[in-house]
């Protein structure tokens, strides 16, 4: 998907009855403010290099064209031989065995001048994010580090299972040899979707945005595949290869401020309303905005009975969380205040969900019997003689 996808549906589809309004922030107090964080704002260095690396590619991970290819104009006429491949792998390196995300990233020839500015770019990201503490506190995937194929990796008998592999036998010729990052794998890990999104995981994703655009990075690829649902059911942002840092001056609140709201009303306008039509059994809107429809749903019908199972105990409680959600967002603040709202908002609103959904059980089963003496009364009224 693109930004000109979010364009299109929110002229082509205005009026959508389950749609939430999203928080609002201003530029005036925005990004919040962090402890420390001016000192990590010019802070510019990649994680460590490797100078070894024994690694086996297990699976190909990445899709035949990225978001971030066609949102900007100096990726948008790349050729798909410059573009970067991802690999699920196991890696062995120092004492470290285990499964990792592999990211090759070729040079660049078609821009001579910066061979790898978008992998400087997203070292620069994750050394970044490492040192501010969100790697560790998992908002981000770890960044173990980053290596530079030999210049013979092409002949090198010892690296053939990765030169043969069809993804990368494709790399364009060159002198210069692609360089690699390794990342943390998350296992059981899915882009958000409307078959995985709560209103607390979308809180929390603008929450961990905000945290990230306050030690002076811009993502500038904040889209559904990009934003991974970890298997505790929290929010993970990943794929910094089209990020910005400060001091670049396209780093600024305006930027930032303009990507919180893009990534709010995809949450709230987009992928929540989604997730009511998906709990109805109702087909969904917006299927150019994820990954995979046909990979995340057997059929509508099933999606909602594992919700419903799941997260609900009746339609009847599905119905007072989207209306509780709307009320809520109707009394907020006007547009021009910061609403930063906390991942546990939502959580708040849980007890009066449940207190009226209590009194709802409580009549229901009075409703049979009282229905069935209406019934008696209307027949006899049939049945009886009229008195002349």
């Known amino acids: 998907?693109?930004?000109?996808?979010?364009?299109?549906?929110?002229?082509?589809?205005?009026?959508?009855?389950?749609?939430?309004?999203?928080?609002?922030?201003?530029?005036?107090?925005?990004?919040?403010?962090?402890?420390?964080?001016?000192?990590?704002?010019?802070?510019?260095?990649?994680?460590?290099?490797?100078?070894?690396?024994?690694?086996?590619?297990?699976?190909?991970l990445d899709q035949e064209s990225s978001t971030s290819e066609r949102l900007y104009p100096y990726t948008s006429q790349r050729p798909e031989s410059e573009r970067p491949r991802v690999f699920k792998a196991f890696a062995?390196?120092?004492?470290?065995?285990?499964?990792?995300?592999?990211?090759?990233?070729?040079?660049?020839?078609?821009?001579?001048?910066?061979?790898?500015?978008?992998?400087?770019?997203?070292?620069?990201?994750?050394?970044?994010?490492a040192k501010t503490g969100l790697c560790e506190a998992g908002y981000v995937p770890r960044c173990y580090g980053w290596y530079e194929f030999p210049p013979s990796w092409r002949s090198d008998p010892a690296l053939a299972h990765i030169s043969n592999h069809p993804r990368l036998?494709?790399?364009?010729?060159?002198?210069?040899?692609?360089?690699?990052?390794l990342i943390e794998y998350l296992e059981s890990a899915s882009p958000i979707s409307p078959w995985n999104i709560t209103p607390e995981i979308a809180h929390e994703a603008l929450r961990l945005l905000s945290e990230i655009h306050s030690i002076g990075l811009l993502h500038c690829d904040g889209f559904p595949r990009n934003l991974m649902v970890a298997r505790d059911g929290k929010p993970v942002w990943i794929d910094f290869g089209s990020s910005e840092h400060s001091p670049n001056d396209r780093v600024r609140p305006q930027t930032q401020?303009?990507?919180?709201?893009?990534?709010?009303?995809?949450?709230?306008?987009?992928?929540?309303?989604?997730?009511?039509?998906?709990?109805r059994g109702e087909d969904i809107w917006y299927p150019n905005l994820y990954v995979s429809t046909t990979n995340q749903q057997a059929s509508s019908s099933n999606a909602t009975q594992l919700l419903?199972?799941?997260?609900?105990?009746?339609?009847?409680?599905?119905?007072?969380?989207?209306?509780?959600?709307?009320?809520?967002?109707?009394?907020?603040?006007?547009?021009?205040?910061t609403v930063l709202r906390s991942h546990n908002s939502c959580s708040h609103e849980q007890p009066s969900i449940r207190r009226s959904l209590i009194g709802m059980n409580l009549f229901r089963p009075v409703i049979p019997a009282f229905s069935a003496i209406i019934l008696l009364w209307w027949f006899k009224t049939l049945v009886s003689p009229s008195t002349p």
């Open 308 to 337: 419903t199972t799941s997260c609900f105990s009746d339609e009847s409680e599905v119905e007072a969380l989207l209306y509780t959600e709307q009320d809520r967002n109707s009394t907020s603040d006007d547009e021009h205040s």
């Open 169 to 181: 036998s494709e790399l364009p010729h060159s002198e210069t040899p692609p360089k690699a990052l």
């Open 1 to 60: 998907m693109s930004l000109e996808t979010l364009w299109n549906y929110g002229y082509t589809i205005p009026d959508d009855p389950c749609r939430l309004e999203p928080p609002s922030v201003h530029e005036s107090t925005y990004p919040p403010p962090r402890k420390d964080a001016r000192s990590y704002q010019t802070f510019v260095k990649k994680p460590r290099q490797f100078c070894k690396l024994k690694v086996q590619l297990l699976e190909c």
């Open 92 to 129: 062995e390196y120092t004492k470290y065995q285990g499964l990792i995300v592999l990211k090759v990233v070729p040079p660049t020839l078609s821009d001579p001048d910066d061979l790898f500015y978008s992998f400087d770019q997203e070292a620069i990201a994750y050394g970044r994010l």
């Open 257 to 279: 401020v303009k990507e919180y709201r893009t990534v709010a009303s995809m949450l709230f306008r987009f992928l929540l309303a989604d997730r009511t039509r998906v709990l």
